[in-house]
C-alpha cells in the first residue's frame, strides 16, 4: 500500500487523514469546512490551501467520500446502484485532477417509490466490514444515526439496500422551531425512554410528535423534560419503522455506526425495544473503508 | 336570545363577531392579536381597547374560544374530558370579569398514553354539528386542517374522541428550516398527487420526508415541485394514519372543517384515497358554536 490523504468531506465538516504505507494514521484533522461552508467552486482551492498543508501531504493522492461528490461540492459524482460492494466501489471512482479521487454515491429503490440515496456512508459501511471477519459472509443490519439516518442491509460483503430516516434533522428544526418546546433541557433518561415507548409502531408519526407538548400542558411532564423526550420518540419511531423493514424482530442484533454519543442514545432505544446491538465509531469505519479501497488499487497511476 | 360579542381567540389571529338578538352577524373583525402577539396579562386590556371598540360592544356580554383559555392568554381554562356534548361545555364557561366568559378546552385520551387536548376547535365542532339536521344523530368523522389538525368523533351529538397531528406545523418547519428545499414554489397539483401517493399506508414518515429530496438530487422531479409534494406527502401521511384510527375505509364520508384554502387540499388528498367529503368554512361553524352556547344560556346573569 501506499501513503495517501483520505478525506470524509460532508456537508458541515470535514475529516482527514495522512495514511501512512502501512495503512496507520499518521496525522488528522477535523475542519469545519464542509460543502455548505465554502463557496460555489472553492473546493480544489480549498483543499490545497487549508486540507494539504495541515497534513504535510503536498505530495501525496488523495481519496475522498461524503458530499464534496454532490452538485454542492468538487464536482458530482453519479450514484452506483446498489447492490455494490467495496470492488464496484474501487472501480467508480471519480478522477477530479490534481491527484484527488472521489467516491461515488449509491443509489436504491426507495420505499416511497422515489430512489434512496447515500453520500460517505457507503464508504464507512465497506470499512465497518472489514472490521472484523465474520462481517463479510452473512446478513447484518447496520444503523447510521445522523441528520440523514441510514438503515443499511449488508449480505455477504455488499451493501444489498438501505433506507434513509431524516430524524435528525427532524430533530433539529422540531427542537429549534416548533412549539414543542424542545429546545433546552438537560439529558433526562427517563423521558427519553418515554419518546421510546410513545413511538409505539411508529405509525401516526405526526400526531405521536404532538404528544411532546401535550404531556407538557396536561400537567403530565415539566418542559424541561420535552428535549429528551422527543429524541426517544423520534430515534423510537425510526427504529421501530425501519427495524422490520430488514426483517429484524426483538433478540434481533443491529450494529450501530457514527458518533459515538448518538449511538448511545440509539443504543439506550434498542435496548428499550428488545434489541440487541454493538457499536462502531464512523470515523473508524471510514478509514477502514479507504483502506479497503486503496488495497484494491483506487489510487494505482494517480 | 340576547346580542353578544363572540371571540374565537387563537394563536396568531382572533375573529371576533357582534351578533344581534336573532344570532345574525352585524359586524366582525379579523385581527392579528393572537395571544402569541401580546404581552403576558394584555388579553383584558387588548379586548377592552382593540376588540369591544371595533365592534360598537361596549355595553355587550362577551363569549370566547381558544388559545385565550391557554397559559398564554387570559386565564387558564380547566380542560374537559371526552366525551362532552355542547350542554357540558355551556355549563362549563369560566367567567374572568368584565361580562367576558370562555369555553373550555377539551381532553382525552391520546394514542401514545399521553392525553391529547384541543382549544378553540371544541367550539367549531359544536356549531358544526349545529348546521345540519342529520349531524346530531349517528357517527360522523371531522377533520379540521391547521397547524395542528384535529380528527373528531362525533356520536349523537357529542365530541366522543379526537386525535391531533401537527401536520401544519410540520409542514412549516419543514419548507422553512429543513434541507427538502420545499420553501418556495408554485402550487404543483401533480407534485400534490404524487406526494399524496408517496404517503403509502403512513408508516415511517421520517422515510418517506426524504423521497422529497431524493426525487429531486435522483433527477426525477424538479425542485419547484418540492413544496407541493411535502404538501401532499404530510397530508397524505395523516389521512392514512388517522382515517383508520376512526374506522374509516376508502368510500367513507368525512367532513372537513376549517379554512376554506386548506379544506381544498386536503378535499383533493381525501378523494385521490378514495374518500367522500364535505367542506365547511371553520368561521361560519364558530358560530353557530357560540349561538348554540348563548342559547343554551352561556351568558344569561352575566
Same mark, same amino acid.
Given at each position: 500500500?501506499?501513503?495517501?490523504l483520505?478525506?470524509?468531506?460532508?456537508?458541515?465538516?470535514?475529516r482527514?487523514?495522512?495514511?501512512?504505507?502501512?495503512?496507520?494514521?499518521?496525522?488528522?484533522?477535523?475542519?469545519?469546512?464542509?460543502?455548505?461552508?465554502?463557496?460555489?467552486c472553492?473546493?480544489?482551492?480549498?483543499?490545497?490551501?487549508?486540507?494539504?498543508?495541515?497534513?504535510?501531504?503536498?505530495?501525496?493522492?488523495?481519496?475522498?467520500?461524503?458530499?464534496?461528490?454532490?452538485?454542492?461540492?468538487?464536482?458530482?459524482?453519479?450514484y452506483l446502484?446498489?447492490?455494490?460492494?467495496?470492488?464496484?466501489?474501487?472501480?467508480?471512482?471519480?478522477?477530479?485532477?490534481?491527484?484527488?479521487?472521489?467516491?461515488?454515491?449509491?443509489?436504491?429503490?426507495?420505499?416511497?417509490?422515489?430512489?434512496?440515496?447515500?453520500?460517505?456512508?457507503?464508504?464507512?459501511?465497506?470499512?465497518?466490514?472489514?472490521?472484523?471477519?465474520?462481517?463479510?459472509?452473512?446478513?447484518?443490519?447496520?444503523?447510521?444515526?445522523?441528520?440523514?439516518?441510514?438503515?443499511?442491509?449488508?449480505?455477504?460483503?455488499?451493501?444489498?439496500?438501505?433506507?434513509?430516516?431524516?430524524?435528525?434533522?427532524?430533530?433539529?428544526?422540531?427542537?429549534?422551531?416548533?412549539?414543542?418546546?424542545?429546545?433546552?433541557?438537560?439529558?433526562?433518561?427517563?423521558?427519553?425512554?418515554?419518546?421510546?415507548?410513545?413511538?409505539?409502531?411508529?405509525?401516526?408519526?405526526?400526531?405521536?410528535?404532538?404528544?411532546?407538548?401535550?404531556?407538557?400542558?396536561?400537567?403530565?411532564?415539566?418542559?424541561?423534560s420535552?428535549?429528551?423526550?422527543?429524541?426517544?420518540?423520534?430515534?423510537?419511531?425510526?427504529?421501530?419503522?425501519?427495524?422490520?423493514?430488514?426483517? %429484524? &424482530?426483538?433478540?434481533?442484533?443491529? +450494529? $450501530?455506526?457514527?458518533?459515538? #454519543? *448518538?449511538? @448511545?442514545?440509539?443504543?439506550?432505544?434498542?435496548?428499550?425495544?428488545?434489541?440487541?446491538?454493538?457499536?462502531?465509531?464512523?470515523?473508524? %469505519? &471510514?478509514?477502514?473503508g479507504?483502506? +479497503? $479501497?486503496?488495497?484494491?488499487? #483506487? *489510487?494505482? @497511476?494517480?
Open positions: 500500500m501506499r501513503p495517501y483520505a478525506v470524509d468531506w460532508g456537508t458541515t465538516n470535514l482527514a487523514w495522512r495514511v501512512g504505507a502501512d495503512g496507520v494514521v499518521q496525522d488528522e484533522r477535523e475542519l469545519p469546512l464542509g460543502v455548505s461552508q465554502i463557496g460555489e472553492e473546493a480544489a482551492s480549498v483543499f490545497a490551501e487549508h486540507v494539504r498543508p495541515a497534513l504535510h501531504g503536498e505530495d501525496l493522492p488523495a481519496l475522498m467520500c461524503g458530499m464534496i461528490g454532490s452538485n454542492l461540492g468538487w464536482r458530482v459524482m453519479p446502484d446498489c447492490p455494490a460492494d467495496k470492488a464496484a466501489l474501487a472501480v467508480h471512482l471519480g478522477d477530479v485532477g490534481e491527484r484527488v479521487r472521489i467516491a461515488p454515491g449509491l443509489r436504491c429503490a426507495g420505499i416511497t417509490g422515489a430512489p434512496d440515496v447515500m453520500r460517505g456512508e457507503e464508504t464507512q459501511l465497506i470499512g465497518w466490514i472489514e472490521m472484523a471477519p465474520d462481517r463479510g459472509r452473512g446478513r447484518h443490519i447496520v444503523c447510521h444515526p445522523g441528520t440523514h439516518a441510514k438503515w443499511a442491509l449488508i449480505v455477504d460483503g455488499r451493501i444489498e439496500q438501505f433506507v434513509t430516516a431524516m430524524t435528525g434533522e427532524l430533530f433539529d428544526v422540531l427542537s429549534t422551531h416548533s412549539v414543542l418546546g424542545a429546545d433546552e433541557g438537560e439529558d433526562d433518561a427517563k423521558a427519553f425512554d418515554a419518546g421510546v415507548e410513545a413511538a409505539g409502531d411508529g405509525s401516526a408519526l405526526a400526531t405521536r410528535l404532538f404528544s411532546t407538548r401535550a404531556r407538557v400542558v396536561g400537567g403530565d411532564a415539566p418542559a424541561s420535552s428535549r429528551s423526550y422527543l429524541s426517544g420518540l423520534l430515534i423510537g419511531a425510526e427504529i421501530a419503522a425501519l427495524a422490520p423493514h430488514f426483517g %429484524a &424482530a426483538p433478540e434481533s442484533q443491529i +450494529a $450501530l455506526l457514527g458518533a459515538p #454519543a *448518538l449511538c @448511545a442514545h440509539y443504543n439506550r432505544a434498542l435496548a428499550h425495544r428488545g434489541f440487541h446491538s454493538t457499536v462502531d465509531d464512523g470515523a473508524d %469505519a &471510514a478509514l477502514a479507504f483502506n +479497503a $479501497l486503496v488495497a484494491l488499487g #483506487a *489510487l494505482d @497511476a494517480s
